[in-house]
Nanobody
Framework: QVHLMESGGGLVQPGGSLRLSCAAS????????MGWFRQAPGKQREFVAK???????PYLPSVKTRFTITRDDSQNTVGLQMNVLRPEDTALYYC????????????????????WGQGTQVTVSS
């Protein structure tokens, strides 16, 4: 059974940083492109960042200079370093996995993802 478990969310002041982590079990992320999405209250879920098996890294433009996605296939984990956080970054953040035979596949669409975590809450507020 596949599980993706996010951690690292919390309450942080504007301008602060958080590091999210996603631990996968039941699959080997080396076979998957991995991504982060988020959903703010009253809004649709949106793509944040993704890292392909080959390391291609498309970002949501609003976070491109502030967030960094990394992967450690040996540990079966994916991270999202978030810096200079803003109140508008407040959301439930989800980790997702897309089975990818193409080494550099980089879909930004939810429907392309096969597995999802339960999410971790990030709240940016003073």
């Amino acid at each position: 059974q596949v599980h993706l478990m996010e951690s690292g969310g919390g309450l942080v002041q504007p301008g602060g940083s958080l590091r999210l982590s996603c631990a996968a079990s039941g699959l080997s992320i080396s076979d998957y492109a991995m991504g982060w999405f988020r959903q703010a209250p009253g809004k649709q879920r949106e793509f944040v960042a993704k890292i392909s098996r080959g390391g291609g890294i498309p970002y949501l433009p609003s976070v491109k200079t502030r967030f960094t996605i990394t992967r450690d296939d040996s540990q079966n984990t994916v991270g999202l370093q978030m810096n200079v956080l803003r109140p508008e970054d407040t959301a439930l953040y989800y980790c997702a996995a897309e089975r990818a035979t193409d080494l550099f596949r980089a879909s930004i669409f939810e429907e392309d993802y096969d597995y999802w975590g339960q999410g971790t809450q990030v709240t940016v507020s003073s």
